[in-house]
């Protein structure tokens, strides 16, 4: 004897597969944002870490003192072939060449006014405010814009 055909449909093999495929999709891709993000949380934690004053590191701050600080003057006579301090003037828009824009202090991200007292690094000419460029010659040795040698 036959049997009269089911009115059923049977079960769907695809859409259990689909709906199994999109899981572990998610979840994959929820592993890698999860890696990815840990990582740049790791590499910036890091970063700052070694670029920190009296790091770890070994790396000795030029004109460091006692307490931590710098001395902004001793940092920029460290400087190879830097014998004086970097001579600071009176800002005045007709004495640097800076492209006919507006000139700013890549260190503090301020405009610089006719009249504020500046620096101009002698290797790429590059100007800043006199506190900033000695703050950041204490730490570093290199322009904060082109990352040349400051001397």
């Known amino acids: 004897m036959s049997q009269p ?13 689909a709906i199994s495929l999109a899981v572990s ?20 934690y890091y970063r700052q870490r070694r670029d920190r004053p009296g790091s770890e590191s070994g790396h000795r701050v030029p004109g460091a003192t006692p ?18 301090t970097l001579p600071a003037f009176s800002y005045a828009p007709h004495d ?11 260190v503090c991200l301020g405009a610089v006014k006719e009249g504020e007292m500046v620096r101009q690094l ?16 204490a730490v570093h040795q290199t322009c904060p814009v082109c990352r040349s040698i400051a001397a």
């Not at 055909?5 to 597969?17: A, D, F, G, I, K």
């Open 122 to 137: 002698p290797a790429c000419m590059h100007v800043y405010h006199v506190g900033c460029i000695d703050r950041w010659l």
């Open 67 to 84: 307490t931590g600080g710098t001395d902004a003057a001793a940092g920029i006579r460290s400087l190879p072939g830097v014998e004086m």
């Open 5 to 17: 055909p089911s009115s059923q449909p049977p079960s769907s093999p695809p859409r259990t597969l």
């Open 25 to 44: 999709l998610l979840f994959v891709s929820s592993a890698i944002l999860l890696v990815t993000a840990t990582t740049a949380f790791m590499l910036r």
């Open 96 to 106: 640097v060449e800076h492209g006919g824009s507006v000139l700013e202090c890549a």
